[in-house]
C-alpha cells in the first residue's frame, strides 16, 4: 500500500456477481466516500456499492 493510500483510508467498492469488487475511489473523509456512493447510485442505480474504512 502506498503512502498515498494511507492518507485516504475510506474505500468506495462496487459489489459484483460471485463475492467480488471494484475498488471504485478512496478518500480521506467519510462524508466524501458517501457522498460519491450516493451520485454513482444515481448514474448506476442498479449497482451496489459499499463504503469501507481501511487504515492500512
Not at 6 to 32: D, G, I
Amino acid at each position: 500500500m502506498s503512502y498515498q493510500d494511507l492518507l485516504r483510508p475510506w474505500v468506495v467498492y462496487r459489489c459484483l456477481p460471485n463475492l467480488q469488487r471494484q475498488q471504485m475511489a478512496r478518500f480521506s473523509r467519510r462524508n466524501h466516500a458517501e457522498e460519491y456512493v450516493k451520485a454513482a447510485q444515481r448514474l448506476l442505480p442498479k449497482a451496489t456499492f459499499e463504503t469501507v474504512y481501511e487504515p492500512y
